[in-house]
């Protein structure tokens, strides 16, 4: 009985033990812990980061292929026939496809 008095009363709050238990059961052994979920949402945003550079890299392609689409109707016909397959009334159309 004496060990009992000898400890401060703060420890012996069962609410503040309760929340502390959890806290340590949230941060270090839970499937969403703290430092799992940092390297997780870390690993994610290098992958974000590297589809923005590429998205973005594509988004210029596409602005400069518009600008030139036009600035020159031949290439729009060209465009259409290659992208498309588009013809004229008179023509036929043969694809060939390679292996």
Known sequence: MKLLTRIPPILKNKY??????????????????????????????KQLEKSEKYYNKQIATT????DKLRSNPALVEKYAREKYLMKRD??????????
């Not at 238990?21 to 945003?45: A, P, V, Y």
């Open 16 to 45: 503040l033990l309760t929340a502390t238990g959890f806290m340590i059961w949230m941060l270090f052994f839970d499937e969403r812990d703290f430092i799992t979920t940092f390297f997780r949402q870390r690993q994610e945003l």
């Open 63 to 66: 602005k400069t292929e518009l």
């Open 90 to 99: 008179n023509e036929d159309l043969f694809l060939i496809r390679e292996k």
